[in-house]
């Protein structure tokens, strides 16, 4: 399948910039099941100033913002060949070791509500079944529901709140991945949705490390494994390490965001 994505994130500040850097990670991987045809990144009131792969192994975008700017805009297209894989992404790759995915950070602790969510899985057996009743009883205890929650609510919060997005699934997967010495990361990408081309935000799932088998993707909102539909863009430890952008400014005390995004299928020519 051939995705056609178009991102734009637009940034309004209320006055304008002394210096502002952002670190971005827009750019998809080549990986299992995925293959980057074509990606352009432009800016408006901001410049690129170095490229780099990160410990993560994602590629990192850094660029300053133009001062005295009052916006910014990013806007991200291309074409991405995908495959149903099974979610299986395969053997550990990259910078950092397999046991780095086993501890847990500030955003995915095990509390007394994690402890009793896996109290409640079947741990016996083989592990791929038990993970997907692991997504299936995360799904059931955390509505999906936006809003809710924000880029620093905590696994435990989340599960405590009863509701969240695809953020909070995979935070709470992966911590009880960790909890059970099973190695887990974040993920953040796109997904084809089915219903319709626009959307206002990408989405996150997980990647759970099995034995034999690497890494494979679990969707914990949509309670299935990511097929042809989905590309991943960066991957980390929880949300704050493939967030697609961080950064810093000076100058402006306030900030509008505004998001934009489209993904497609394109008819591929034979």
Not at 59 to 80: F, K, N, P, Q, Y
Not at 123 to 129: F, H, T
Not at 162 to 177: L, P, R, T
Not at 188 to 212: I, K, N, P
């Amino acid at each position: 399948m051939r995705l056609a994505i178009d991102h734009v994130t637009h940034y309004r500040f209320s006055g304008p910039l002394k210096h502002g850097l952002q670190r971005l990670r827009l750019t998809p991987k080549h990986t299992s099941g995925q293959r980057v045809v074509k990606w352009d990144m432009v800016f408006e009131g901001a410049r690129l100033e170095v490229e780099y792969e990160d410990h993560n192994y994602n590629h990192v975008s850094l660029v300053s913002i133009d001062e005295g700017a009052s916006e910014m805009t990013i806007r991200c297209t291309g074409l991405v060949d995908t495959a149903d894989e099974s979610g299986i992404i395969g053997r550990h790759s990259g910078f950092l070791p397999l046991w780095h995915f086993l501890r847990p950070t500030e955003l995915t602790k095990a509390g007394p509500k994690l402890r009793a969510l896996l109290g409640e899985v079947d741990r016996g057996g083989d592990p791929l079944p038990m993970l997907h009743a692991l997504s299936a009883a995360i799904r059931d205890a955390v509505t999906y529901e936006t809003g809710q929650t924000h880029s620093a609510t905590t696994s435990e919060e989340a599960l405590d709140a009863g509701h969240g997005v695809c953020q909070d699934h995979a935070h709470i997967f992966i911590a009880a991945c960790r909890a059970m010495d099973i190695p887990a990361r974040y993920v953040s990408g796109y997904l084809m949705m089915d219903d319709r081309v626009e959307q206002d935000a990408g989405h996150a799932w997980a990647e759970a490390h099995v034995d034999h088998i690497g890494w494979i993707g679990f969707d914990i909102s949509n309670g299935i494994s990511p097929d042809a539909r989905y590309v991943r863009i960066a991957t980390g430890s929880d949300y704050r390490e493939a967030a697609p952008v961080t950064g810093i400014r000076f100058g402006a005390h306030e900030e509008e965001l505004h998001v934009s995004l489209a993904v497609e299928q394109q008819r591929m020519e034979q």
